[in-house]
């Protein structure tokens, strides 16, 4: 089927503040590191130990949560205009699509509110609301372009690559590789998001060939004399 590419600016709007939110807590996860009050090691240190209030060892990170508290925020809510326009592309799954990226994007706003050497529980909760929202994200925005006809292979090969490292990570329990695996998944899923946001803001217009509008024409002529005929 003969297709043309056409910029959604709609979406190249809302992809570029997501963006944005995507940069600038990168930049600031880089800045909490080294601002932090003790040695950060990537191999035993979690992304969220930059969002505690205290330290394992009791060093005072107030600041620092702060900062990180601010980042999440702005990511979570960037992510929002994005996952409300996005979907409008797709022929199927729009309202799934919606209510997957508001869950994932307010679990990220959840994270950062609530420093896990505080609120542990409520940590865990809004980290469910993240990842489990964002895998079935990886997986349903592939195959929704694909049934389209507009899934770059990148685009797949990266899902796959991600659904793979959230199940080790999640099948690594507390053993040894867990935290790396964390950030992992972490990255990978950011770098997943810049890939779809630039995906759907290039939006695939399909022109139908001659023999599907032929059948077009047929099938509507067809319904217009059945119609006729039932209502004489």
């Not at 089927?1 to 570029?16: E, H």
């Not at 939110?21 to 969220?48: C, D, K, R």
């Not at 925020?73 to 508001?102: C, D, N, Q, T, Y």
């Not at 950062?112 to 489990?132: C, E, K, N, S």
Request: glycine share 8%.
């Amino acid at each position: 089927m003969p297709i043309t590419w056409q910029i959604n600016y709609l979406n190249l709007l809302s992809a570029v503040v997501a963006i944005a939110g995507v940069f600038q807590f990168l930049g600031t996860v880089y800045w909490a590191i080294e601002s932090y009050p003790e040695p950060y090691h990537w191999e035993t240190n979690f992304i969220s130990d930059l969002g505690r209030l205290k330290t394992a060892n009791g060093f005072d990170n107030s600041p620092t949560s702060n900062i990180f508290r601010i980042s999440t925020a702005i990511l979570g809510l960037s992510l929002v205009p994005f996952m409300l326009a996005m979907p409008e592309i797709f022929s199927k799954g729009r309202h799934l699509l919606r209510l997957l990226g508001l869950l994932s994007a307010l679990g990220l706003f959840g994270i950062g509110q609530t420093p896990y050497d505080v609120y542990f529980g409520l940590h865990h909760i809004a980290l469910a609301f993240w990842i489990v929202p964002m895998a079935l994200m990886v997986v349903a925005i592939p195959v929704l372009l694909k049934l389209d006809g507009a899934a770059p292979d990148a685009l797949i090969a990266l899902s796959i690559a991600l659904v793979g490292a959230t199940v080790l990570y999640g099948c690594a329990g507390f053993h040894t590789g867990y935290v790396l695996m964390q950030k992992l998944v972490v990255l990978m899923s950011l770098l997943w998001l810049l890939v779809v946001t630039i995906t759907v803001s290039i939006a695939a217009k399909y022109c139908k060939s001659d023999r599907q509008r032929l059948l077009a024409k047929q099938a509507d002529w067809y319904g217009k004399n059945l119609r006729r005929r039932s209502g004489t």
